[in-house]
């Protein structure tokens, strides 16, 4: 196995240096990629990934579907961008890809809650409900797995029918989506 496709660089088997010898690759890349762009077409697209944040309440209208925007990351590889559509998680390459998505409602007893995955603005791959019945903090998460070619982009959305506006804030759970590649 090597580190990088400019020179083979054994990676120990055993483990037992496993915090020392990320920290010198990581240190080495560095270096290469100061002089040798090669490293990050490939290695980066094929590690795509991005864990977002929303870390103050949004208001959702009743009635009307609303993408969450981002304020936050945890970690990013390009694949969010905080000032064009922050809203959306985009596919930098062709492959499968792992999703996730968390929001917590603001109190409100009355109507339902939705939470979904939106797909290039349009489709639905995945989908929660929620039934309240008393005024209280409720918290949704899914996940799923989806094919996305090149500049597709994903979206978590939230929709309520409660007669008036109802926050989605962070609280005792993260209101979160990420986005990780798979592989082909």
Not at 116 to 145: E, K, L, P
Request: proline share 3%.
């Amino acid at each position: 196995m090597v580190a990088n496709n400019i020179f083979p660089i054994p990676v120990p088997l055993d483990g037992r240096h496993g915090t020392l010898w990320q920290a010198f690759v990581k240190w080495l890349k560095r270096e290469l990629d100061a002089t040798d762009t090669r490293l990050d077409t490939a290695e980066l697209e094929s590690r795509a990934r991005a864990r977002v944040t929303r870390t103050t309440a949004q208001a959702v209208g009743n009635g009307v579907v609303s993408a969450v925007v981002w304020n936050a990351t945890s970690y990013n590889t390009g694949v969010w961008s905080s000032t064009v559509n922050p809203s959306r998680l985009t596919a930098l390459v062709a492959g499968t890809y792992h999703i996730e998505f968390c929001a917590t409602w603001g109190l409100n007893a009355a109507g339902a809650r939705y939470l979904a995955i939106g797909f290039n603005g349009g489709g639905i791959v995945q989908d929660t409900h929620i039934s309240t019945t008393a005024a209280w903090y409720y918290a949704s998460s899914m996940s799923t797995d989806v094919y996305m070619l090149a500049g597709d982009y994903v979206e978590g959305l939230c929709y309520q029918s409660s007669g008036a506006a109802v926050n989605i804030e962070p609280g005792a759970y993260p209101v979160s989506m990420s986005m990780y590649r798979l592989g082909a």
